[in-house]
């Protein structure tokens, strides 16, 4: 078997320029704190029964929230075009820095299990984690959600906002 031409992996998979999520959580576990982060890794995973997986990285705090046991449900919030500011906001800081809430200010209210719906960001859905997948060797965990409530703006017509336009944006930690 070849060896992998990591630099033409990267460019295949920068052909796929993945459309932008922001996942918010809130665990029970650790008193009811809520938190967000910039997600590209995302994936529908089955028709029938509908599933969905999210890999957060194993440095944000955002996993850490999701890892705990009584934490039941994640939020997806699809990106637009225009939400680049939000997209820096969730991706380009930390909640792990004792002076960053990614959610002060914005309005928001709660979902099932308590996950954050912020209004800033209509097309969203709220799954109920069902699994979480370490892959060996990885840094980002999966959590198999099962979709329980969705919604889409009437009309919206916007393209969402994808990873190439994102490549700006300093990461608030490392992968």
Same mark, same amino acid.
């Given at each position: 078997?070849?060896?992998?031409?990591?630099?033409?992996?990267?460019?295949?998979?920068?052909?796929?320029?993945?459309?932008?999520?922001?996942?918010?959580?809130?665990?029970? *576990? +650790? /008193? %009811?704190?809520?938190?967000?982060?910039?997600?590209?890794?995302?994936?529908?995973?089955? #028709?029938?029964? @509908?599933?969905?997986?999210?890999?957060?990285?194993?440095?944000?705090?955002?996993?850490?929230?999701?890892?705990?046991?009584?934490?039941?449900?994640?939020?997806?919030?699809?990106?637009?075009?225009?939400?680049?500011?939000?997209?820096?906001?969730?991706?380009?800081?930390?909640?792990?820095?004792?002076?960053?809430?990614?959610?002060?200010?914005?309005?928001?209210?709660? *979902? +099932? /299990? %308590?996950?954050?719906?912020?209004?800033?960001?209509?097309?969203?859905?709220?799954?109920? #984690?069902?699994? @979480?997948?370490?892959?060996?060797?990885?840094?980002?965990?999966?959590?198999?959600?099962?979709?329980?409530?969705?919604?889409?703006?009437?009309?919206?017509?916007?393209?969402?906002?994808?990873?190439?336009?994102?490549?700006?944006?300093?990461?608030?930690?490392?992968?």
């Amino acid at each position: 078997m070849a060896e992998l031409d990591a630099g033409a992996f990267d460019a295949l998979v920068a052909r796929l320029d993945t459309a932008m999520v922001v996942v918010t959580v809130a665990a029970e *576990g +650790a /008193g %009811g704190e809520v938190d967000g982060c910039l997600v590209g890794f995302h994936s529908q995973s089955s #028709i029938d029964p @509908r599933r969905y997986v999210v890999w957060l990285s194993v440095e944000n705090r955002t996993f850490r929230l999701a890892a705990e046991l009584a934490t039941t449900h994640l939020a997806v919030h699809l990106l637009s075009a225009s939400d680049l500011d939000l997209a820096e906001r969730f991706g380009g800081t930390t909640g792990d820095d004792p002076d960053v809430d990614k959610l002060a200010g914005l309005p928001w209210s709660p *979902g +099932a /299990g %308590g996950a954050p719906l912020l209004d800033a960001l209509p097309e969203r859905f709220v799954g109920r #984690i069902l699994e @979480r997948l370490r892959v060996a060797g990885g840094d980002h965990v999966g959590f198999v959600l099962e979709p329980e409530s969705a919604e889409v703006r009437a009309g919206a017509a916007e393209a969402p906002l994808r990873m190439g336009r994102t490549g700006d944006i300093d990461p608030g930690h490392p992968a």
